[in-house]
């Protein structure tokens, strides 16, 4: 059971645009910031979003992210059949003095 | 550039021990706090432990505190896990990583290294 909720699943077709949510709680979303990682099959995770909306360079700006009180959400547009991953969001989370992720949401372009 | 690359992973007993590496390049390894993360067979990413840059900040998620070990040496740009007492439960592709601006945000991971936990 990972201390952030998000939804198992998502899927969307190509050009659409897909939401995904992570919910957490006022000892992490709450009061630190949220960072999102993309897996691609078979590889490891590689920072997609920093500091609640931040992009890295080199990520697209069809991916975009934004928090609010104890959730956020991962936003991709255009999408593209490459999306297909798993995304995971993650935040510091004081009571447990350490970061904790999401259970990961398996992004299927259909 | 930035490289990571995990070795030391391999199939042991339950009850054993392991050491994962972590050999850093293409940045000043010192002056950043790095960590290890891990992932269950066809499951979700758990953070395992956490060092600052200096060696002296360490933190380690409850399910391995007490049996897992990490360090580093700056000078030899490397990144350590000692596993003592593994269970089936260790068992996982462990990633190292580099923390970048936050303390959940890693910006550069390694391949991952598997290690099997299985009599």
């Known amino acids: 059971q990972s201390v952030l909720t998000q939804p198992p699943s998502a899927s969307g077709t190509p050009g659409q645009r897909v939401t995904i949510y992570c919910s957490g709680s006022?000892?992490?979303?709450?009061?630190?910031?949220v960072n999102w990682y993309q897996q691609l099959p078979g590889r490891a995770p590689t920072l997609l979003i920093y500091?609640?909306?931040e992009r890295p360079s080199g990520v697209p700006d069809r991916f975009s992210a934004s928090k609010s009180g104890t959730s956020a959400s991962l936003a991709i547009s255009g999408l593209q059949s490459d999306d297909e991953a798993d995304y995971y969001c993650?935040?510091?989370?004081?009571?447990?003095?350490?970061?904790?992720f999401g259970g990961g949401t398996k992004l299927t372009v259909l | 550039e930035v490289q990571l690359v995990e070795s030391g992973g391999d199939l042991v007993q339950p009850g054993g021990s392991l050491r994962l590496s972590c050999a850093a390049s293409g940045f000043p390894f010192s002056s950043y706090e790095m960590t290890w993360v891990r992932q269950a067979p066809g499951k979700g990413l758990e953070w395992v432990s956490y060092?600052?840059?200096?060696?002296?900040?360490?933190y380690y998620a409850d399910s391995v505190k007490g049996r897992f070990t990490i360090s580093r040496d700056n000078a030899k740009n490397s990144l350590s896990l000692q596993m003592n007492s593994l269970r089936a439960e260790d068992t996982a592709v462990y990633y190292c990583?580099?923390?970048?601006?936050?303390?959940?945000?890693?910006?550069?991971w390694g391949q991952g290294t598997l290690v099997t936990v299985a009599s």
């Open positions: 060092i600052d840059s200096g060696g002296t900040s360490i």
């Open positions: 006022s000892s992490n979303i709450g009061s630190n910031s």
């Open positions: 500091i609640n909306n």
């Open positions: 990583a580099r923390v970048g601006h936050g303390d959940s945000e890693f910006d550069y």
């Open positions: 993650a935040a510091w989370d004081d009571s447990l003095s350490g970061p904790v």
